[in-house]
């Protein structure tokens, strides 16, 4: 569970990148750099913008849903490997009963009642 909210959290974060970098801006943004401008328009049609828009929310919301999601489950594994080496050796290990009684010895050194 944990592995594929990663591998989801990064493709989102590739695909968000590559969205907002593709976006026209005031000077044209990347595509023109690349491409000369008209590219993405005419693979798009006349839309590219709006659906650029579209696409960049739609990957902000998975991006932020992730992260949340993330940092929720995270939660749990935080925690300083000092104090949990520190809580182990506070807690005193039970002895067992048959432990503490001695065992009866075997053969001439019986134990004399």
Do not use: R
């Amino acid at each position: 569970m944990y592995g594929v909210l990663i591998a989801l959290h990064v493709i989102s974060c590739l695909i968000l990148i590559m969205v907002i970098l593709l976006q026209a801006g005031k000077g044209g943004g990347i595509s023109e750099t690349f491409g000369g401008g008209g590219g993405l328009q005419s693979m798009l049609g006349t839309k590219a913008s709006a659906f650029m828009t579209k696409a960049t929310a739609a990957c902000a919301v998975l991006f932020l849903a992730t992260s949340l999601t993330l940092a929720l489950v995270s939660m749990d594994k935080s925690g300083s490997i000092v104090e949990k080496e520190l809580a182990k050796q506070e807690t005193p290990v039970p002895a067992s009963p048959a432990a503490a009684q001695p065992k009866p010895a075997t053969g001439e050194e019986a134990p004399k009642k």
